[in-house]
């Protein structure tokens, strides 16, 4: 395995020379936008108690599990702008040298940034979905000023469209990631320590596959010694820019 900032070449050269390329991300790319990560030293689950999106907790304490939800993935997030990563990410896909993106965050920042095929593997806050009916309402749609939000039409409890803790990845987006890693002959991985089931799987799907492992990551992962071929330690903003700034 390769290890070294001047790596950034060889990965430019990778990534241009690859006929399909999947990015994967996780927390990591969006702590320079302001997102703490969930786990680890001051984590947002080091501070707040995650059982309350437990998914058997949230269907019988609707409203003490959204109180959090709402300071959290609402007031929190939503206040979050795309960093450079993010615009770097987006202006490879632009330019035909990434294929799709894989992301573990629920942030919206991708699609903020300007990427259009984006594979929100744990979901979304920007939709909510009625636990009644089941039917589906944009977040601009819903006022979350009182608690639980209600479905306009049927006034079932609506829930947000991300996977709480006790909840399967859905069937589709989870068998378009692994069939994504599967085609990848170049993945580059971005921010994540791979320590999420079953998430973590897709970059060792990508693997066995026969596809080359590029990692941005501040620290070593659980993929670094495993599978990654080169390691582009650093800032994601800073690294992706110039990785960009390489591929042209």
Request: a negative charge.
């Amino acid at each position: 395995m390769e290890m070294a900032g001047e790596n950034i070449t060889k990965a430019a050269d990778i990534i241009k020379n690859s006929r399909y390329t999947v990015v994967f991300t996780g927390a990591g790319i969006s702590v320079e936008s302001g997102i703490p990560p969930f786990r680890g030293p001051g984590g947002l689950w080091s501070k707040y108690d995650p059982a309350l999106i437990e998914i058997n907790y949230f269907y019988n304490n609707p409203k003490s599990s959204w109180e959090m939800i709402k300071k959290l993935f609402y007031i929190f997030l939503e206040k979050a702008k795309p960093n450079a990563a993010h615009y770097a990410i987006a202006d490879l896909e632009k330019k035909g040298y990434a294929q799709s993106i894989i992301t573990q965050n629920i942030d919206n920042l991708h699609q903020a940034a300007g990427s259009n095929n984006v594979y929100e593997y744990h979901g979304t806050t920007k939709k909510l979905r009625c636990i009644g009916c089941l039917k589906e309402f944009s977040r601009e749609e819903i006022n979350l000023e009182e608690l639980p939000p209600k479905c306009p039409l049927c006034k079932g409890v609506l829930k947000p469209e991300f996977v709480f803790f006790g909840e399967p990845i859905p069937h589709e987006v989870n068998r378009i990631s692994f069939d994504e890693a599967r085609k990848a002959e170049v993945m580059l991985i971005v921010g994540t320590t791979g320590e999420i089931m079953p998430a973590s799987l897709i970059p060792y799907t990508a693997k066995d596959s026969g596809c080359e492992i590029i990692e941005v990551n501040i620290s070593k992962s659980s993929y670094t010694d495993k599978i990654t071929d080169i390691l582009l330690p650093g800032r994601a903003s800073e690294i992706l820019a110039e990785l960009a700034d390489n591929i042209k």
